[in-house]
DNA sequence: TTGTAAGCGTTATCAA
DNA sequence: TTGATAACGCTTACAA
């Protein structure tokens, strides 16, 4: 393998200053700089990252700790991301906790799971000497197991920590229930079967609550009894669309696209038709809502923002000192998604 | 940041035997291992990961280079390799080429587009001295732009080579093609037309070669007019269900999931029931397929195999000086799914 | 403008 | 069983 030695003899200078010209210190003579690029270019020397950034004591690499790549909520985070940080002149470098093949669908209520494959992780990217990590979370939720005393500087996405220690950026599940119920309120319905996501879940309270406001400001009564909780899974929205039909609701709210179509699935099998004889709307706008029909209604997450903003907000961190966000924990707005499953009922005229 | 030395002098050893302690070497004492371990244990001490990879001239890392994490093949395979990765003892290490981002989708025709992306991220991967590299495509094809004089040993996922140095896992298109073409032959359909990807296409061509070998072996003349090329996109598959419809055949095959959710499309404004009054699958088994109604009988593409193939290719390699697969190019079958989207046409009794 | 030499944190070699 | 020392490839302070 080629160093910077073998660069120095072939251009007859000393390291040093091929170093120099390498990181682009103006110390250094045209003719010579000129020289020796080309013999940089010619044998495609590329300087060992090990000993530069052990040298340097700076990596210039972030490290990304995903809960799960699976999740599909992660990559367009991870993505963006990496994008920025590219960008930005940063590597990055992606552990995948793999928590779903690990314990399938119970991880995210037991943060003792998360513990075991966390803290080894987190020692890999100490070791790594990374300048700074993002830690993307497979489900919003307050986590308790993030250590007190890491020192590396650290942006959560997704999820926010017990200990307001790190910056998080978050949905806007409040927002983002109150659109939804606006959004129905404004089609006429005031009937609204919900379907839930795990109780005591802060995606699950947070948009209920907003929902709440929605119609408590248009002075529409909400009753409890029509809500019902789901595991978040389709099979639990077809499990509980009898139940949320039986209201005699004009409409059903699922709290996640997998649920609507759950609900799809039962509906279907009934005979109705959606977005006629019974309005659907989800949560999440997944790639699938394209695909199911009719195309569902539903509120997107703000994934590339997300990750966009985790990423501008480390990197500030970085480079500027002691800089942190206003407030630790930063909300981003859903954006509703229109499709032909939610009837317009209002009296015509 | 502490290192072997203050670990050394806390427990009143010499650096060197620290190390031996924390590489399992056999030299040390008993009394003193436990007690240096322990040492280690309290202060939380991580070896720096750029020296030791620096000294050891072997980082034990893999790198994977992906053509765009956005596409819905990529995922899964790259969590697969890293999950085998993990568990023989390799780090691993992600590059997105993010390809869709730069060129949209006209970046897998033409090699140029690539190339400028490539060329960078194989000099990023040559500076961190992976061990090895896994590169993992988006769309299968045969690629041009690998470089004749790349060091670091190769294995590509999805794609191949066009010189053969480099191993490689392929979909087995050829195979996928023929169990399509046995799968609506069995289910009476003689009169089928297919909605193909792009022509001079490694995944359209070798599809539609088994599919007549399959209509061969049955004594089912094949009808070249009734075959239609796309560009692999839902619009495209909406476009030509028209031309499908009239051709008077009882079964479209599309080679790809949203092709055929374009053909769902149409059929469902035209007032048809598919699986009935018309019979339609697809190709690739994405997640979509799921949601459409009815299911979508598909045939599934085995990414987790592919990228636990290629994993365990390359780990092969490293392990074993101077190993090559059989035959560089490894084909992995795939996997029909049935759903609901075909009628069974065959005369009773 | 260029060269020299020390040092980053680890590990391998060899001597004690 | 342990310690001293050199070396990995690079950067940087300082000398020339």
Redesign the pocket.
């Known amino acids: 393998?080629?160093?910077?030695?073998?660069?120095?003899r072939l251009c007859?200078?000393?390291?040093?200053?091929?170093?120099?010209i390498?990181?682009g210190?103006?110390?250094?003579?045209?003719?010579?700089?000129e020289r020796v690029l080309r013999v940089i270019q010619e044998t495609g020397?590329?300087?060992?990252?090990?000993?530069?950034s052990?040298?340097?004591?700076s990596s210039r690499t972030i490290g990304i700790i995903v809960e799960d790549l699976k999740q599909f909520t992660t990559t367009p985070i991870v993505v963006t991301i990496m994008a920025y940080c590219e960008e930005m002149g940063y590597r990055t470098i992606l552990l995948n906790l793999r928590m779903y093949d690990r314990w399938q669908d119970t991880w995210f209520q037991d943060e003792k799971m998360l513990e075991s494959a966390l803290i080894p992780a987190l020692k890999e990217i100490t070791a790594i000497r990374v300048d700074g990590l993002i830690y993307v979370a497979g489900h919003g939720r307050t986590l308790s197991c993030f250590p007190e005393d890491f020192k590396i500087p650290t942006v959560i996405a997704y999820a926010a920590s017990e200990n307001d220690r790190y910056p998080s950026i978050l949905i806007d599940d409040e927002n983002g229930g109150y659109d939804m119920g606006k959004y129905l309120l404004s089609k006429g319905h005031t009937k609204i079967s919900v379907i839930a996501g795990v109780p005591d879940n802060m995606h699950s309270d947070d948009r209920l609550a907003g929902f709440r406001r929605a119609l408590s400001e248009a002075g529409v009564v909400y009753h409890p009894e029509w809500t019902f909780h789901g595991t978040w899974l389709r099979e639990s929205g077809y499990l509980l669309a009898e139940k949320a039909l039986g209201t005699g609701a004009t409409a059903i709210w699922c709290m996640n696209d997998q649920m609507a179509a759950g609900v799809y699935d039962y509906v279907y099998e009934s005979g109705m038709v959606i977005g006629k004889d019974i309005s659907i709307a989800g949560f999440d706008n997944m790639e699938n809502a394209e695909y199911m029909y009719p195309r569902l209604t539903t509120n997107g997450l703000p994934l590339r923002r997300i990750g966009r903003r985790s990423a501008e907000t480390m990197i500030h961190m970085l480079e500027e000192e002691g800089w942190r966000p206003e407030g630790m924990r930063t909300w981003i707005r859903c954006q509703m998604t229109e499709g032909n499953s939610v009837a317009d009922i209002r009296e015509k005229g």
Do not use: C, L
């Open positions: 393998m080629i160093t910077v030695k073998d660069i120095a007859n200078v000393s390291p040093g200053t091929v170093s120099n390498i990181n210190r103006p110390n250094v003579g045209e003719e010579t700089r020397y590329q300087p060992n990252y090990f000993a530069s052990m040298r340097k004591q």
